[in-house]
C-alpha cells in the first residue's frame, strides 16, 4: 500500500473518487482490495489502467488472497502469474483445467493455437519496427533533419506565422 499512498501529494489526498482518472481510481480499488476482508475475490480485467508496478503489487495480492478469486483478462501474463486453474467458456459451455495457465494451453490445441499466432504477429510487428530504424544511417537521418530544418527556414515569415499560430488556436 505504500506505493498507492506515495503517489498522492498535497490536495490531491482530498479529490474525490469522481475526479480521479481511470489509473488512479483503479489503485484505489486495489488499495480497498486489500483492505477489505473477502472470501470471494472477482477481478474484471484488473490490470487496465494499471502501470506496472501496480500491476505486480496486484499479482502478489492476488497470489497471497487466501479466498477464491475468478479473474476475467486479456493480460497473458498477468494470468500465467495467478492463475492456478482455467475455465474456458465458449457457446455457452464451460471447460475446466485443473492447472495453471501454460497447463491450459498444452491441453486446449485451439488456444494453444490462438496464442501461437499472437506470439508470432507481436514478433512480427517487433522485427519490422527494429528494421524500419535502422534501415536509415545516422547520416541519412541527419540529412533528413537538416533538410527539413532548411525548408521550414525557407519558407516566407508571413506562411511560417500563419501556419504556427494554427497550432496554438
Do not use: C
Request: charged share 30%; no cysteine.
Amino acid at each position: 500500500m505504500d506505493v498507492i499512498a506515495q503517489r498522492a501529494q498535497g490536495d490531491q489526498v482530498h479529490k474525490k473518487v469522481a475526479f480521479l482518472s481511470g489509473g488512479e481510481k483503479a489503485r484505489v480499488a486495489l488499495a480497498l482490495f486489500l483492505v477489505t476482508p473477502a472470501t470471494l475475490l472477482v477481478l474484471d480485467e484488473p490490470t487496465n489502467h494499471l502501470d506496472i508496478s501496480s500491476k505486480e503489487m496486484l499479482e502478489e495480492a492476488v497470489k497471497t488472497f487466501p479466498g477464491t478469486v475468478l479473474a476475467v483478462s486479456h493480460d497473458r501474463y498477468f494470468l500465467r502469474q495467478i492463475a492456478t486453474r482455467v475455465v474456458d467458456v465458449r457457446n455457452g459451455e464451460f471447460n475446466a483445467y485443473q492447472g495453471d495457465y501454460q497447463y491450459f494451453l498444452e491441453s486446449n490445441d485451439e488456444a494453444a493455437e490462438k496464442e501461437s499466432r499472437f506470439a508470432q504477429k507481436e514478433k512480427e510487428v517487433a522485427q519490422s519496427t527494429i528494421k524500419a530504424k535502422s534501415k536509415m544511417s545516422k547520416a541519412e537521418k541527419l540529412a533528413e533533419k537538416k533538410a527539413k530544418a532548411k525548408a521550414f527556414s525557407q519558407g516566407s515569415g508571413k506562411a511560417k506565422k500563419s501556419k504556427n499560430a494554427g497550432r496554438w488556436n
